[in-house]
T-cell receptor, first 115, second 117 residues
Framework: AQSVAQPEDQVNVAEGNPLTVKCTYS??????LFWYVQYPNRGLQFLLK??????LVKGSYGFEAEFNKSQTSFHLKKPSALVSDSALYFC?????????????FGTGTRLTVIP | DTGVSQNPRHKITKRGQNVTFRCDPI?????LYWYRQTLGQGPEFLTY????????KSRLLSDRFSAERPKGSFSTLEIQRTEQGDSAMYLC???????????????FGQGTRLTVV
């Protein structure tokens, strides 16, 4: 069975500081990993994904994430947070072994960037 | 705006009534997904279409739920005999035809918020 854990419901960071939103996963095979962001009254927006290759992937709005197979983690990072980054962030996984197309989402982490 | 479009945006219905939601995917996206999101939770997968074929269904999709995509373009999700537990945000997403379906990201609509009273 596949699962995603986002251990922090809420992350607060000062504007200009680096931010990290944590994600760990569990799959029976190899994972495809995704990060999405949800702003109020807007749909989920794709940020970045890890499929294969370089463990560090770069995405939209200056975000990046590092795939760590030994720790089964895919933490989202940004070197310098902006107030406009405040939103709800979701990590999601697809299990290659199952062949299923559905994305399995974590429960989300609310990021608040304090001016 | 050429994104995924969902209608209506909000729906309030009495328990026991039937409701139908519509999703118009991004043009030429042949893959379409329905998810349900409740407060404080991440989206939960309901069903997946490739063109008009419904290829995957979650156990969450009880007998009261039915989804169709008759011509491989727009899709409808119907809930019969609604219950208060059906209150949620229903999200539709689509993804491009190119590439393998598993490594392609999905593009989400703004959702339909259902409230069953």
């Amino acid at each position: 069975a596949q699962s995603v854990a986002q251990p922090e419901d809420q992350v607060n960071v000062a504007e200009g500081n680096p931010l990290t939103v944590k994600c760990t996963y569990s799959v029976s095979g190899n994972p495809y990993l995704f990060w999405y962001v949800q702003y109020p009254n807007r749909g989920l927006q794709f940020l970045l994904k890890y499929i294969t290759g370089d463990n560090l992937v770069k995405g939209s709005y200056g975000f990046e994430a590092e795939f760590n197979k030994s720790q089964t983690s895919f933490h989202l990072k940004k070197p310098s947070a902006l107030v406009s980054d405040s939103a709800l962030y979701f990590c999601a996984v697809r299990d290659i072994q199952t062949g299923a197309n559905n994305l399995f989402f974590g429960t989300g982490t609310r990021l608040t960037v304090i001016p | 705006d050429t994104g995924v479009s969902q209608n209506p945006r909000h729906k309030i219905t009495k328990r026991g009534q039937n409701v139908t939601f519509r999703c118009d995917p991004i043009s030429e996206h042949n893959r379409l997904y329905w998810y349900r999101q409740t407060l404080g939770q991440g989206p939960e997968f309901l069903t997946y279409f490739q063109n008009e074929a419904q290829l995957e269904k979650s156990r969450l999709l009880s007998d009261r739920f039915s989804a169709e995509r008759p011509k491989g373009s727009f899709s409808t999700l119907e809930i019969q005999r609604t219950e208060q537990g059906d209150s949620a945000m229903y999200l539709c997403a689509s993804s491009p035809s190119s590439g393998h379906s598993m490594n392609t990201e999905a593009f989400f609509g703004q959702g339909t918020r259902l409230t069953v009273v």
